[in-house]
């Protein structure tokens, strides 16, 4: 089946939409992270504890790992 084909229910398709806002919301510090990251350490990436938030409304804890 081709990926045009495939029937993406709703509740997939707003959950997919909330995560690229998320993802634009904090480009900023991310792009800064991984820019930082690439230039000490190399190619990499960054992960994000979605699960934690130590100070509400202050964001999530990542790091970058080569």
């Not at 081709?2 to 792009?31: C, K, M, S, V, Y």
């Amino acid at each position: 089946m081709t990926p045009e084909n495939q029937h993406i229910p709703g509740w997939a398709r707003r959950e997919r939409q909330a995560d690229l806002g998320w993802l634009a919301e904090n480009l900023d510090a991310f792009w800064t992270a991984a820019t930082t990251g690439f230039e000490d350490a190399g190619r990499g990436a960054i992960v994000v504890d979605t699960t934690l938030e130590p100070i509400p409304g202050k964001g999530n804890p990542f790091a970058y790992f080569s």
